[in-house]
């Protein structure tokens, strides 16, 4: 299956701690998006990549958030001194540069915060 | 006020009906997306509209970019449509981002 992986699928920890979160796009495409989705909502939009450069990020993306795609294959998205509020399933989408392409989304992350 | 706004949010039908959710949204887009969501997290992208009508199997999508309003239609339902359905648009300012509805919560009854 060449789709897009995200790990851990669950990941529960205590508050104050820190986690990151790793997104394996598909091999040819060159978009990287994280979404993060609270129950019972859509998902928002949190950042994206092109290649390695991260081309924008949301206002949800507070100074704890870090994301990095460093050789512009996999990402990671790390959360710093985790809050109650970072509760949420954090996606992952890729899609091909270029034009009006469909993006396809992984499994997603789910994290919980004791 | 939302820039995608979806209804219902809630359907519950019996197998075998004519399904309709709806999409309105208050931004022009370059593309409007149905994508399907089922327990556990995973979403699949079912259409990318940007004009017209498109179909596949039971599914069929429509847009009215001038009143800016989606609808995608489920015809002949079966309990294994039940899933959450949600309208995304991408804004013809915003780049690559997607704007997502709520959701609607999809429940077929056999």
């Known amino acids: 299956d060449t789709g897009v992986s995200q790990n851990p699928r669950h990941k529960i920890t205590k508050r104050g701690q820190n986690v990151t979160f790793r997104c394996d796009p598909i091999?040819?495409?060159?978009?990287l998006y994280w979404y993060r989705q609270t129950l019972g909502q859509g998902p928002e939009f949190l950042t994206y990549f092109q290649n390695e450069a991260q081309l924008e990020k949301s206002r949800l993306l507070s100074d704890r958030f870090s994301a990095e795609r460093p050789k512009g294959s996999f990402s990671t998205l790390e959360i710093q001194r985790t809050e109650q509020g970072d509760s949420a399933m954090y996606l992952c989408?890729?899609?091909?540069?270029?034009?009006?392409?469909?993006?396809?989304f992984g499994d997603g992350t789910r994290l919980s915060i004791l | 006020k939302n820039e995608v706004e979806q209804s219902p949010q809630n359907l519950t039908a019996q197998e075998g009906e004519f399904i309709t959710i709806n999409c309105s949204y208050s931004?022009?887009?370059?593309?409007l997306h149905w994508l399907q969501q089922h327990p556990g997290g995973g979403i699949v992208s079912l259409f990318m509209l940007s004009s017209g009508k498109k179909k596949h199997g039971r599914l069929i999508a429509t847009i009215n970019i001038q009143e800016k309003h989606s609808s995608l239609h489920i015809t002949a339902s079966h309990p294994r449509d039940s899933a959450v359905y949600i309208c995304a648009v991408r804004s013809e300012t915003s780049g690559s981002r997607l704007t997502f509805g709520e959701g609607t919560q999809l429940t077929v009854n056999p």
């Open positions: 091999s040819e495409h060159n978009r």
């Open positions: 989408a890729s899609s091909l540069d270029g034009g009006l392409t469909p993006q396809h």
């Open positions: 931004v022009g887009i370059s593309a």
